[in-house]
């Protein structure tokens, strides 16, 4: 593993100790990636690690304790170090990256158009707070610590990086362009690093799915048959109950379990234990069920109302017709909609927001109690015609369920697009893409389609100038009045792996 963390945490927020590791007859090294931790040198981010890495796995190979077989695990950024190098025969003999991506901008940054706020602060900030420890200013390490722990990061991040870290990546993402790829780096691996056998844990409360996704298509493409794994579990935390009975374990998580497995396959030639590609878990049934990410659930709804959706969250309608009427909507930068849970928020996973959804710049769509099980597998993607009396507005869209028999609106997945330029004062489609999910909703339940106009602080709010803000509201931005035409609306599903260049949208889109 290779990371930027300090190697004796060595990611146990999320795996077992590498001690555990050894105790099934491995050697475990957990390396410092130039300039963290305790190595020499100066951290560039993502751009040093395809030359380090070949040189980490040409010592490594020629060391007396290794017998010539090398595999890679690690999440987040330690998971996009094993895909990065440039010389195949080096090339690791198993990989197993979870939680990343490839493409800067799209897997990394931002969503639909605009930064991803606090998680992208919240990261560089940790960042930051590592390059002052190195160089011991004890007052840029407070000043970072004291305003993540308050949330004024949030206000004041930005220009805390640029004080103490003017080098961090994060800060080069959120000087540029989240609508246009230009200056964006992607990442490509040597071919020979999607050929490798490959598992690959996804979470669906995770930022980084649609890079785990990405990487999964490129795979397939390849040639490879790597392996998906998509468990009920954000970036930080790996419930280790899910699926551990499977194993028989619980000294550890299943996924300590699956990677064992794949290791003792691949790098000691045992039988495998299972030959399934894709194994999902459904959020509502609570269980590890097999899919075919090329597939997608059969659904089309529209969405109707007489005006008063925002007004009231049980007047718009979900209906299996194509929709009908208007509503006209207001945002208040005053008091921006929060975003809650998802895959984009501090709290990610599966919430309550029964009160966000009360809120009359919140537009409800719900549906009847359902007659029939129905089974949301798939990319939920919504276009709807909405035009703005500014030059800048957010689509922020959440998809929840209203259990049977109960008051609770659960969230099951968000989307954003964020729409800068003159195109936003006509009436025009706009496709908001959500986060992939799995979920089976029983009879008697209804889905609720949710649509704001902020998700604060999971993105900057969206000032209506035509540019992007700064981030949080400021005196400068702009009352908002949109105005949605619903027929022609449409909530569809599409498959969680379309072609590769299917999100690559523009200015406008």
């Not at 009975?245 to 495998?272: E, I």
């Not at 590890?288 to 969250?313: I, K, M, Y």
Request: hydrophobic letters at 35%.
């Amino acid at each position: 593993m290779r990371q930027p963390y300090g190697c004796r945490i060595a990611s146990t927020v999320v795996y077992a100790h590498p001690a555990w590791y050894t105790s099934q007859g491995y050697l475990v090294l957990v390396l410092d990636v130039r300039g963290r931790g305790g190595s020499a040198g100066d951290f560039q981010g993502f751009a040093q690690e395809a030359a380090d890495g070949d040189d980490s796995l040409e010592w490594l190979r020629n060391d007396h304790r290794c017998n010539g077989k090398v595999g890679c695990y690690g999440f987040s950024y330690q998971g996009l170090t094993q895909l990065l190098g440039q010389r195949s025969d080096l090339a690791p003999d198993a990989i197993a990256p979870a939680m990343c991506g490839l493409d800067e901008r799209l897997h990394w940054a931002s969503e639909g158009g605009s930064h991803w706020w606090a998680l992208a602060l919240g990261w560089g900030l940790q960042l930051a707070a590592e390059s002052c420890r190195r160089r011991k200013d004890q007052h840029g390490w407070d000043a970072i610590r004291s305003s993540l722990l308050s949330g004024a990061f949030l206000s004041t991040g930005k220009a805390l990086l640029s004080r103490h870290d003017p080098s961090n990546p994060v800060l080069r993402w959120l000087q540029q362009d989240p609508l246009s790829s230009s200056g964006w780096r992607r990442h490509e691996p040597e071919p020979s690093r999607l050929q490798r056998p490959m598992l690959l844990v996804q979470g669906w409360s995770d930022p980084y799915l649609s890079g785990g996704l990405d990487l999964w298509k490129r795979s397939q493409q390849s040639g490879n048959h790597a392996l998906l794994r998509i468990g009920p579990w954000n970036h930080l935390a790996w419930d280790r109950r899910v699926g551990a009975h499977d194993h028989g374990s619980q000294a550890c998580g299943p996924v300590d379990q699956w990677q064992l497995a794949f290791f003792d396959q691949h790098l000691r030639g045992h039988d495998p234990l299972e030959q399934v590609r894709c194994r999902v878990y459904d959020q509502r049934l609570q269980r590890w069920c097999e899919q075919d990410p090329a597939r997608c659930s059969d659904l089309r709804l529209g969405l109707s109302s007489n005006g008063l959706a925002a007004a009231r969250s049980d007047e718009g309608a979900l209906t299996a017709t194509s929709g009908a009427g208007n509503i006209v909507w207001v945002h208040d930068p005053w008091r921006p909609v929060p975003g809650r849970g998802g895959h984009l928020g501090l709290d990610a996973g599966l919430v309550e927001r029964a009160d966000l959804d009360a809120r009359a710049d919140v537009a409800c769509f719900t549906t009847a109690p359902l007659e029939h099980e129905l089974e949301l597998w798939g990319r939920p993607q919504l276009s709807l015609k909405v035009a703005a009396d500014r030059p800048g507005f957010d689509l922020c869209v959440a998809l929840s369920v209203l259990p049977q028999h109960s008051q609770q609106v659960l969230q099951l997945c968000t989307g954003v697009t964020r729409q800068l330029g003159e195109h936003c004062l006509n009436q025009a489609p706009r496709i908001v893409h959500l986060q992939p999910l799995l979920a089976t909703l029983r009879p008697g339940d209804r889905l609720r389609l949710s649509v704001a106009a902020a998700a604060w602080p999971q993105v900057s709010v969206n000032p209506g100038s035509g540019f992007h803000g700064p981030g949080a509201s400021s005196m400068d931005h702009q009352v908002i009045t949109l105005h949605a035409v619903l027929e022609g609306s449409a909530l569809t599903m599409q498959p969680m792996a379309p072609p590769l260049q299917a999100e690559q949208r523009g200015k406008g889109a």
